[in-house]
Nanobody
């Protein structure tokens, strides 16, 4: 069992930056890809990006490319989502999730989920 806890959300102005963290407890992240998803009110959960267990491979949604970066520190059992040039449309609850599969982009590909952290971008 892997427990995931997100942190780092908050309120930021458009054009600003935030760094989200996803910390694992229970079992280590080793061997798991970790993905980030987001869900805005009234919308389906949306893929943001994912990173392989080694950190050597990443995949991003088009909406995140060039603005968001995922990294991981397996020694700290933590994965990060650096978000730059934030836009009001980035406002959502952001979730991290862990998967045994290789870089899944669908929520169904993930085995464990955190509770989410709110990100609000004001215009």
């Amino acid at each position: 069992q892997v427990q995931l806890v997100e942190s780092g959300g908050g309120l930021v102005q458009a054009g600003g930056s935030l760094r989200l963290s996803c910390a694992a407890s229970g079992r280590t992240f080793s061997g798991y890809a970790v993905g980030w998803f987001r869900q805005a009110p009234g919308k389906e959960r949306e893929f943001v990006g994912t990173i392989s267990w080694s950190g050597g491979s990443t995949t991003y949604a088009d909406s995140a490319k060039g603005r968001f970066t995922i990294s991981r520190d397996n020694a700290k059992n933590t994965v990060y989502l650096q978000m730059n040039s934030l836009k009001p449309e980035d406002t959502a609850v952001y979730y991290c999730a862990a998967a045994r599969a290789v870089l899944p982009t669908s929520p169904t590909g993930y085995d464990y989920w955190g509770q989410g952290t709110q990100v609000t971008v004001s215009s």
